[in-house]
T-cell receptor, first 112, second 117 residues
């Protein structure tokens, strides 16, 4: 599975837009990009998944350039409750049974 | 719809004892996964069930760990005998085996925090 690289930490203030970029230079043709969020003492929670271009849901947007070697998770108008660890994962997620490979993630701290 | 549940939420045992963790997946989910995070490390895959069958147990650390999913519903993960390095958080996840054109989303439980003294 493709290795991912993302910043260890980011700081933001309430109401700002936060963009977390993930590099995955060795992404395979059949790989998807998935982002999970994890709060302390909880399991990872699925946020968004995409293959190319842009995907948007009620929580976030995911921007994927044409070469797919990177992706950006965009969180609009963050609040204190968005303080969490965000993981970028890459793999053939159109197939059930794919083991998720978690890195260290990006620890986002939102302040008032 | 109930999410993935795990029991117990915390377990403290002594080295050499046995502990059994339980996971109840989302109803109807054929796929069940176990992961764990040991202190200071990333979350690591342990194994994957499809219904009652083990599909991939490449992440199981050693033969002190035994996972079962009798009847294809809930799963148990037994550690016997427990060692100090087994301390960590054990997560369970489940996913529905959807049509080939759909993507597979894994839903995680809250985890069981295991402390071996």
């Amino acid at each position: 599975l493709a290795k991912t690289t993302q910043p260890i930490s980011m700081d933001s203030y309430e109401g700002q837009e936060v963009n977390i970029t993930c590099s995955h230079n060795n992404i395979a043709t059949n790989d998807y990009i998935t982002w999970y969020q994890q709060f302390p003492s909880q399991g990872p929670r699925f946020i968004i998944q995409g293959y190319k271009t842009k995907v948007t849901n009620e929580v976030a947007s995911l921007f994927i350039p044409a070469d797919r070697k990177s992706s950006t998770l965009s969180l609009p108008r963050v609040s204190l409750s968005d303080t969490a660890v965000y993981y970028c994962l890459v793999g053939p997620f159109n197939q059930a049974g794919t083991a998720l490979i978690f890195g260290k993630g990006t620890t986002l701290s939102v302040s008032s | 719809e109930a999410g993935v549940t795990q029991f117990p939420s915390h377990s403290v045992i002594e080295k050499g004892q046995t502990v059994t963790l339980r996971c109840d997946p989302i109803s109807g989910h054929d796929n069940l996964y176990w992961y764990r995070r040991v202190m200071g490390k990333e979350i690591k895959f342990l194994l994957h069930f499809v219904k009652e069958s083990k599909q991939d147990e490449s992440g199981m650390p050693n033969n002190r760990f035994l996972a079962e999913r009798t009847g294809g519903t809930y799963s148990t993960l037994k550690v016997q005998p427990a060692e100090l390095e087994d301390s960590g958080v054990y997560f369970c996840a489940s996913s529905q085996d959807e049509a080939e054109t759909s993507t597979d989303t894994q839903y995680f439980g809250p985890g069981t925090r295991l402390t071996v003294l």
